[in-house]
């Protein structure tokens, strides 16, 4: 029988710090880089991290070379480059196998080599246009777009965050890092085989999900307001009949608001009035057709709403509120005209990494700032009875916005909010592709040759790109996802902690001793399956962070190869494939794709199934025991 030593008062301490960490990861409620960075804060507070070394990972290779590699990514983006090369790859006459082959090995191949959000973003509305000519739900090649660059970034140093990661925590417990191309081989085969496996079968049993379409593509029901105007047909029929007046729609009254009051739920014989505003769910592909067969009308920001809105905005600066009136009067509501030539209604998608996650339109002031009005919110699996101007927006959502086409640009730029619709082709510029594709290629050549340290090399790359104007300078820092960058630098000094104090060893000898029975290849198993199941509801970065130390304490207690137990936490960490929240690139096609928080496990599994089966005999056939 195994006897553990009692674990000391650190150990303790720092194992109820991160469970506390692992539990607000996967509840959700707060943003991962504020989790970590409180996590870091108590380790500092406790004394497990050292006031001098609490910042010390913003400064950790893994971080620089995560910023530098993002800077030359968007500058690979904007160059066209990408776009140039989908044109010659895919066919114009492409049928769903073939085009799905091409846009998903297009997107692992991408990803190995620059951000796999970023390719992602490039490739997505080519997926919905293609759907739509196609005649096929958009999820279905959103799906595999998404997955597929999530395997493509395993197979090189810098195609995702978890493999700087653990090439990290090599230098840190052996004096040498992973290079450029160490994950190759098994990273490559898997990804391989995963991509292989979704062009010929997995694409087909992704859940099937109602296509509709506004002018291009929007994914499910709309919760949108609809106006009860001066004169309107709709005045003085009941609920039920407004839902039954338009069958094709599947119109379907979630709440009424009237004199500023919401009825939610309301009853099928409730009549309705002059000024009532309906929120109501609607098919998008006839919701224009079913307001205007009701006499009813798109409502924006009345000007009562408009008034409460300025006096808000007031308090909130300090001044006297103005004196209110006492009316029972329905304020006047204004109608949005979808039909003016300088205007357009725009779909756009909020990623995960956008700043208007949990603030609403009325938050960022959007018909005063913007000049532009929100219309209508698609989130699929949830049902949204609030008003529009104050619903909480989340990432995932497809927002539908009508307004000025350099307004809306300026508002998707502003909160990096993605089109769904086909882009304009860019004007080509051989100068700026050849830019940007040879910066990146000269940076990885540098890097895997050993000419230079990866953090060096890119870091050089982002300041060529800024010298020869690759990239415009404003954008160098835009392109950096910052709540990446602190999540990374908080959590490393939180990893070196683990090691410190012994509390990964402690890990690693239950998981050796007690549950692997001291075997070394079941011990490698488990660590893969355990990284890509917390991969599943938690940050991937995060993950690894946690799981690297245990590897090397796994290893070390078996007195095996620790190379290949950190493979098994880098190949873990890039499989998020059950949910929406594991990996970005998974919630970026939620609303797009129409998806619910369940459909993603139907491919999902499979292919984490075939990681498993593949990545290990690779492992141990490329790094041995």
């Known amino acids: 029988m195994c006897h553990f030593a009692p674990m000391s008062q650190e150990q303790i301490t720092l194992f109820a710090i991160l469970a506390a960490t692992v539990a607000m990861f996967a509840w959700g409620r707060w943003r991962h880089d504020m989790v970590a960075m409180g996590a870091l804060l108590t ?10 070394e609490a910042f010390a990972g913003f400064g950790h290779p893994a971080v620089i070379t995560v910023a530098g590699v993002l800077v030359l990514s968007r500058s690979l983006q904007n160059s066209g480059a990408v776009d140039a090369l989908t044109r010659k790859i895919l066919p114009s006459d492409a049928t769903p196998l073939t ?5 998903t090995t297009i997107a692992a191949a991408l990803s190995g080599f620059m951000n796999n959000v970023g390719a992602l973003a490039l490739l997505m509305p080519v997926a919905i246009k293609a759907a739509e000519k196609l005649d096929m739900p958009p999820g279905r090649l959103l799906m595999p777009l998404a997955f597929g660059s999530i395997l493509g970034g395993m197979t090189t140093l810098i195609g995702t965050p978890p493999n700087l990661i653990v090439s990290g925590y090599r230098q840190q417990t052996t004096g040498q890092a992973f290079s450029m191309f160490d994950y190759a081989p098994v990273g490559f085969t898997v990804a391989a085989v995963g991509v292989l496996f979704i062009i010929l079968i997995g694409w087909r049993i992704v859940p099937v999900r109602k296509r509709a379409g506004v002018e291009g593509f929007t994914s499910g029901a709309y919760v949108t307001e ?3 105007g001066e004169g309107s047909s709709s005045i003085d029929r009941t609920v039920r009949q407004i839902e039954e007046a338009v069958p094709d729609a599947h119109l379907q009254v979630l709440a009424v608001v009237r004199r500023q009051v919401r009825l939610r739920a309301p009853r099928p014989g409730l009549t309705v009035r002059e000024g009532d505003i309906l929120i109501v769910e609607c098919e998008p592909a006839v919701m224009t057709n079913a307001l205007n067969s009701l006499d009813l009308a798109l409502s924006a920001t009345t000007p009562a709403q408009q008034a409460e809105e300025e006096e808000e905005e007031k308090a909130e600066n300090g001044e006297p509120e103005t004196k209110e009136t006492d009316t029972d009067e329905p304020s006047e509501p204004r109608e949005v005209a979808v039909d003016d030539d300088h205007t357009s209604l725009v779909e756009l998608v909020v990623p995960p990494n956008s700043i208007l996650i949990g603030l609403s339109a009325q938050g960022v002031n959007l018909r005063a700032r913007f000049h532009i009005s929100l219309v209508a919110i698609s989130r699929q699996g949830v049902r949204s009875v609030g008003r529009l101007r104050t619903t909480a927006i989340q990432a995932g959502d497809v927002l539908l916005l009508h307004g000025s086409d350099e307004a809306i640009s300026e508002f998707a730029t502003d909160f990096s909010l993605l089109p769904l619709a086909g882009r304009e082709l860019r004007l080509k510029d051989n100068r700026q592709m050849l830019l940007s594709a040879g910066i990146l290629l000269a940076s990885v050549l540098a890097a895997a040759t050993g000419l230079l340290a990866a953090p060096v090399a890119f870091i050089a790359g982002v300041l060529a790109s800024m010298v020869t104007r690759a990239i415009p ?60 199941t917390l991969s599943d509801i938690m940050n991937n970065a995060a993950t690894v962070a946690v799981m690297a130390p ?21 190949i873990g960490g890039s499989c998020a494939f059950l949910t929406p929240i594991g990996h970005q690139n998974n919630t970026l096609i939620l609303g797009p794709g129409g998806f619910r928080f369940g459909d993603y496990w139907k491919l999902g599994l499979p292919v984490e199934i075939i990681v498993t089966v593949v990545s290990v005999p690779m492992i141990l056939l490329v790094w041995g025991l």
């Not at 380790?43 to 001098?52: F, H, K, Q």
């Not at 245990?550 to 880098?570: E, H, K, R, T």
């Open 473 to 532: 300078l404003r954008q160098v820092y835009e392109a950096i996802d910052w709540p990446v960058i602190v999540l990374l630098a908080c959590l490393l000094p939180v990893a070196g902690a683990m090691l410190s104090t012994g509390a990964a060893d402690v890990v690693a000898n239950v998981l050796v001793t007690k549950i692997a029975w001291g075997k070394p290849v079941l011990a490698l198993v488990l660590i893969l399956i355990v990284t890509m």
């Open 99 to 103: 085009m799905i082959a091409g846009l």
């Open 226 to 228: 609809a106006l009860v």
């Open 550 to 570: 245990i590897a090397w304490g796994s290893a070390q207690a078996l007195g095996v190869n620790p190379d290949a137990f950190f493979m098994a936490v880098a």
């Open 43 to 52: 380790c500092v507070l406790t004394g497990l991290v050292p006031s001098e």
